[in-house]
Nanobody, 124 residues
Framework: QVQLVESGGGLVQAGGSLRLSCAAS????????MAWFRQAPGKEREFVAGLTRSGTSTFYADSVKGRFTISRDNAKNTVYLQMNSLKPEDTAVYYC?????????????????WGQGTQVTVSS
């Protein structure tokens, strides 16, 4: 089992940056592929970015490619999402998720563990 706690959300102007963090409990963090999802009001939860257990391979939604960067520090049991050039359409609750496989997927149904979410609001 792993417990996930997100932090770093907030209000930012369009064009600004934020860095989200997701701290995981337990000693087996390196066994989990990790991902970030987001959910805007009235919309389904969507994949944002994911990375493999080792962190050597990363995957992004087309809408954030070139602007967001996912990374992990297995020594600190933490995964990050650096978000640059933010747009109003990035406004959502952002969730960290874990699955005990080598690679992430884009489907939220494939993840066993979720954080509580952190709100990101981008003003125009």
């Amino acid at each position: 089992q792993v417990q996930l706690v997100e932090s770093g959300g907030g209000l930012v102007q369009a064009g600004g940056s934020l860095r989200l963090s997701c701290a995981a409990s337990g000693r087996t963090f390196s066994r989990y592929a990790m991902a970030w999802f987001r959910q805007a009001p009235g919309k389904e939860r969507e994949f944002v970015a994911g990375l493999t257990r080792s962190g050597t391979s990363t995957f992004y939604a087309d809408s954030v490619k070139g602007r967001f960067t996912i990374s992990r520090d297995n020594a600190k049991n933490t995964v990050y999402l650096q978000m640059n050039s933010l747009k109003p359409e990035d406004t959502a609750v952002y969730y960290c998720a874990a699955r005990e496989f080598i690679v992430p997927t884009a489907s939220p149904h494939d993840y066993n563990f979720w954080g509580q979410g952190t709100q990101v609001t981008v003003s125009s």
